[in-house]
Structure formats: C-alpha cells, structure tokens
C-alpha cells in the first residue's frame, strides 16, 4: 500500500534551518508529483512547494528563496530544506502525492521556529 513517512521535525531558532524528508513506498515514486503541505494550529492547510516528475518546481511566495524541494527517485524521497525560518514556519508538515484521482498523505512532521 502506499506509505509516506516524513522525518526532519523539530524545534529550531528563527534563522535556523531544518531539512524534512518524506520516504515513499508502495508506488512507483518516479512517476508522481510530489508535494510538501502544512498546517499551523488554527489555520488550513496550505501548499508549501512541489516538485514534478520531471523535476519541475513551484513554491508559494511566503517560501520562495528560502526552501528547497527536491526529489531523489532512487531512494524514493522528497525533501524539503528550509532556511532562514521564521516563527510563522511553524506548523506541521505533510507530503502527499496523488494517484489516480486519490490523495496521500504522510503523518506530519512538527516544525517549530522560536527563540
């Protein structure tokens, strides 16, 4: 079945910078568009960036210039590195990719960015 299993969480000053990592399995990785989501407490949850099959990218503005996606198709994993974070980066943090109509989801990392 397909699993998405995200690590790299945690606490870290504004500043600072943290790398998440989503590994898949289950499906066929290298032919799926992947994507990062999060959710603050009290908020929706909102795309983050995404990444193609292709490797073409796309992130929202509050991100860009400080986080990175990318895939690695041989070891079935998105990643996101982010820098420069801010205390509004905190939130949880979520892959999902979707197949035949469907979305899935991983369980969320916490990201929390406070001095």
């Known amino acids: 079945q397909v699993q998405l299993v995200e690590s790299g969480g945690g606490l870290v000053q504004p500043g600072g910078s943290l790398t998440l990592s989503c590994a898949a399995s289950g499906f066929t990785f290298n032919g799926y568009d992947m994507s990062w989501y999060r959710q603050a407490p009290g908020n929706e949850r909102e795309v983050v960036a995404g990444i193609s099959t292709l490797a073409g990218i796309r992130y929202v503005d509050p991100v860009t210039g400080r986080f990175t996606i990318s895939r690695d198709n041989a070891k079935n994993t998105v990643y996101l590195q982010m820098n420069s974070l801010k205390p509004e980066d905190t939130a949880v943090y979520s892959c999902?990719?979707?197949?035949?109509?469907?979305?899935?989801w991983g369980q969320g990392t916490q990201v929390t960015v406070s001095s």
């Open positions: 999902k990719t979707r197949i035949t109509g469907r979305d899935y």
